[in-house]
């Protein structure tokens, strides 16, 4: 007879497996907006924001079996086995719960994704497990206290209320310690460790406060030294967090390159190889246009993150995977070229773009690669379009050097909020 | 506190003590859902034993106090009296030394309760039975010693002839235990 097994059997956590995978296949089908980038930091990325769903679940689940463990009381109290082992025996279809719904997330992330995780995907596999793992021990002091029909949907409810609410309210620190993380790493740029340790060490220092609550004996000290550590806890957390803003810190992904032809030479990170090609002949007659237009052509379109300025006859290229329901129109391209030639003007006139979208300079730029001059108009505001016309009626050479001017004055730039 | 040479207050010997004694409170409690076998099992596991030992062991505690029937009835199943039973099954798979058990028989009809007392008496010479009880129904020849507590003093130690001998003189045939008892008490106030 294996005790597992019955305390499987007897447990009601397998009855949350098949609603929570669907509800996890929705939400991830939800985030999947382009082909399979074959990015194993996407993948594993992708597997930890069924978090809002695996967190709740766990945390529910482990509150519910402490309740029945409550029940046997006093052989519990009496018992020669160590606390953290009667947890792990306690909690075990909670945590195998956790674990089958782990297992789900990253095999749908590996669908979307076509990769399993890899390289700093595995820290957001990690958060994956560390941080549901928090809330379940949160779930058992809580379960161990109040009664299982109470406990259970108290912490599933608050699990998932701090997980998300705090993305909804305008002060950026409290959406950082929760540990569900907005915004992704990019083929160019991965997320910093802090946005992992910020939120685990948050949900050790509540699990600590829960302990705390919970305990048995001189609860009013043990009331006052919970609300004590849960205080500390979520000061020092903002305080790391306090200089990130709303965006997480992201640095430069340090990758091998893979770059194909010559003029220009195109270098894509390993995951986009498979397109480099195609995006060296698609950049041939809108740089041929700017050519002849003044804008001298650049010797490399590379795909790199913008905290790396590029060098000079370099054009930093910004370029996505194509949409799941189909490939972006022509005019896409133009307009990331577009930006490209502005920020590789400015490079070669030794000043750093800031990289924002949207300039009057690659307006210039788009609409002589060819794009449709309707959809450049609704891009601009009324007077730079009345500008960009006059500019348009100058002689060739001024309109070019009227583009220099504008790329290396980076007026487009506006102060941005962290 | 020591038992044996179990200083209680040691962590270490807390650990031995706690796999030597059972504590069946007045009211146990049980796992919802698992089968009288699962429980005991678990019971087992909890006081050290292992996994497959505790569950070799639970048919035979089981068998013990004659729930052979209910090996795989689900314990809410149970009555109240069997309940009481099966507490004492869980008490006996990891062959605990000793017994402690408050108010057993509360709750328990009297047919429950006889059931009750023969199978403590059936224990006799394997395991040590420390019965706390306000019931003097309870007290019959199953027992080898009295204790009289009040107000955390003893006011008794004896055998179960020796109590019943404190009865007033005049008291009626069958009563001789609640008369012991309240002379006894009296004599102390």
């Known amino acids: ?418 | 506190m020591l038992y044996g040479d179990l200083d209680l207050s040691r962590h270490r010997h807390a650990q031995r003590y706690r796999h030597k004694a059972s504590w069946l409170p007045q009211n146990p409690g049980f796992l919802p859902g698992m089968t009288c076998r699962e429980h005991v099992a678990y019971v087992g596991w909890l006081k050290g034993m292992r996994e497959r030992d505790a569950g070799k062991a639970a048919p035979d505690a089981i068998e013990r106090v004659g729930l052979t029937d209910k090996l795989n009835s689900k314990i809410k199943t149970l009555s109240g009296g069997q309940r009481q039973r099966i507490a004492i099954a869980q008490a006996l798979v990891h062959e605990a030394e000793v017994l402690l058990l408050d108010e057993p028989t509360v709750g328990l009809d009297p047919h429950q309760r006889r059931r009750f007392l023969d199978l403590l008496a059936s224990l006799r010479g394997t395991v040590h039975a420390i019965v706390s009880t306000h019931d003097i129904g309870d007290l019959d020849q199953t027992f080898d010693s009295v204790i009289v507590l009040a107000s955390g003093r003893s006011r008794f130690q004896g055998t179960v002839e020796e109590f019943a001998g404190h009865a007033a003189p005049d008291c009626a045939p069958g009563r001789r235990l609640e008369s012991a008892y309240s002379v006894l008490l009296g004599a102390a106030e």
Not at chain 1, 245 to 252: E, F, I, L
Not at chain 1, 268 to 276: D, F, G, K
Not at chain 1, 401 to 415: G, N
């Open chain 1, 1 to 418: 007879m294996n005790l597992t097994w019955a305390n499987l059997r007897s447990s009601a956590a397998p009855w949350i497996v098949l609603p929570a995978v669907f509800y996890i296949s929705l939400y991830l089908g939800d985030i999947t907006y382009s082909v399979p980038s074959h990015y194993g930091v996407e993948s594993g990325e992708t597997a930890a924001f069924a978090m809002a769903v695996i967190a709740p679940a766990a945390a529910a689940a482990t509150a519910w079996e402490a309740g029945r463990y409550r029940l046997i009381g006093p052989v519990r109290s009496t018992s020669t086995r160590s606390p953290l082992v009667r947890f792990l025996r306690a909690a075990a279809p909670a945590l195998l719960l956790y674990l089958v719904l782990a297992v789900a997330a990253l095999v749908l992330a590996r669908h979307a994704t076509g990769v399993w995780p890899g390289g700093a995907g595995w820290f957001a596999v990690a958060h994956l497990v560390v941080l549901p793992l928090g809330w379940a021990v949160i779930g058992w002091f809580v379960g161990g206290a109040v009664p299982r029909s109470v406990a259970a949907p108290v912490v599933a409810i608050g699990c998932w209320g701090w997980l998300a609410m705090p993305h909804a309210m305008s002060n950026p620190s409290l959406r950082h310690l929760g540990g569900f993380i907005d915004g992704g790493s990019s083929v160019t740029d991965i997320r910093d460790a802090a946005v992992y340790l910020v939120p685990w060490g948050v949900v050790a220092g509540l699990a600590a406060a829960a302990w705390l609550m919970t305990g048995a004996n001189r609860r009013g000290l043990k009331s006052t030294l919970a609300a004590a550590v849960a205080a500390a806890t979520l000061t020092a957390g903002c305080l790391a967090v306090t200089d990130w803003g709303y965006r997480v810190p992201t640095h430069p992904r340090v990758v091998a390159m893979s770059c194909t032809g010559q003029d220009p030479r195109v270098c894509v990170p390993p995951e986009y190889q498979p397109y480099a090609e195609q995006l060296r002949k698609e950049a041939g007659e809108p740089l041929n246009r700017l050519k002849a237009a003044g804008v001298p052509a650049p010797q490399e379109l590379r795909i790199s993150s913008p905290e790396t300025p590029p060098r000079a006859g370099t054009w930093p290229l910004q370029w996505s995977l194509p949409a799941l329901d189909g490939p972006s129109g022509q005019d896409q391209y133009k307009t990331d070229l577009a930006e490209a030639a502005v920020a590789g003007t400015a490079a070669n006139a030794g000043v750093r773009d800031c990289r924002q979208p949207g300039s009057v300079a690659a307006a210039w730029a788009t609409l002589v690669i060819g794009a449709d001059a309707r959809s450049v108009q609704q891009a601009v505001s009324p007077a730079d379009w009345s500008a960009l016309q006059q500019i348009r009626r100058l002689p060739a050479e001024e309109q070019a050097e009227w583009f220099e001017r504008k790329a290396a004055s980076q007026e487009h730039c506006v102060e941005v909020a962290p």
